[in-house]
């Protein structure tokens, strides 16, 4: 991170290249809200992108929604369906951001071809917040401290609340949320 000052402007930070690619790719494979739904406030029939065949082998152009329904948004399926992002959706790969990624262009989402702040008249009205202080706090952090993890990746789990995913120790439930870190000086 070549910086000539230890607090950056907002512009600044959105001008680093590689920092942006960690958080976008931060984003897609952790989004904090993995999923949600909407409720249909009128009848409406919806075109796919694709058809789709159903469990009855009938083949589908178009969604039908009745007044009233409700339709489960499956966040974190579409951020990493292999389908859109490739057959190494599940890695973590900041560098992907460096090129247009053609399948993700055509999602509906508020920010960065995903659906991490959703899209839409409700979608969240902090993510430019949001970036903008994940970047900070990473800026910040990293050029002072190193993180390790201080527990074997395989302890590490998520948990679900009403609404965001946070970090568990797998055989640690009862202690609750936490994220072990080992964190040192970096060395100058
Ligand atoms: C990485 C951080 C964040 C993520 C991933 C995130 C994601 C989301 C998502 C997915 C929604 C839509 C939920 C739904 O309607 O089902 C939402 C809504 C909302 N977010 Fe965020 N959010 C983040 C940070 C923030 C911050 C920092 C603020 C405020 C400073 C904020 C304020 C809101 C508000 C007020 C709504 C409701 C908007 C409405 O219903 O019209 N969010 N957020």
């Not at 992108?49 to 007044?67: M, N, S, W």
């Not at 009205?125 to 401290?145: D, H, N, P, Q, S």
Request: net charge neutral; proline share 9%.
């Amino acid at each position: 991170m070549c910086v000539a000052t230890d607090r950056p402007t907002m512009d600044e930070l959105n001008a680093l290249p590689y920092l942006d690619c960690v958080v976008r790719e931060t984003l897609r494979l952790h989004a904090p809200v993995p999923a949600t739904g909407r409720m249909a406030l009128r009848d409406d029939i919806v075109p796919l992108a694709e058809p789709v065949t159903d469990t009855r082998g009938v083949v589908h152009e178009t969604l039908r929604f009745r007044k009233g329904e409700m339709r489960f948004i499956p966040i974190v399926a579409m951020n990493r369906d292999v389908e859109i992002w490739g057959l190494d959706a599940m890695e973590f790969i900041p560098e992907r951001w460096q090129a247009p990624i053609p399948g993700a262009s055509a999602i509906p989402g508020i920010w960065g071809h995903m659906l991490t702040f959703l899209g839409g008249p409700r979608s969240c009205i902090g993510f430019r917040f949001a970036l903008v202080e994940m970047k900070a706090l990473l800026f910040t952090l990293l050029r002072a401290f190193e993180f390790e993890l201080a527990v074997p990746i395989e302890e590490m789990g998520q948990k679900g609340t009403a609404i965001v995913q946070r970090p568990i120790v797998i055989t640690g439930r009862e202690a609750g949320n936490q994220l072990p870190l080992l964190v040192k000086p970096v060395a100058r």
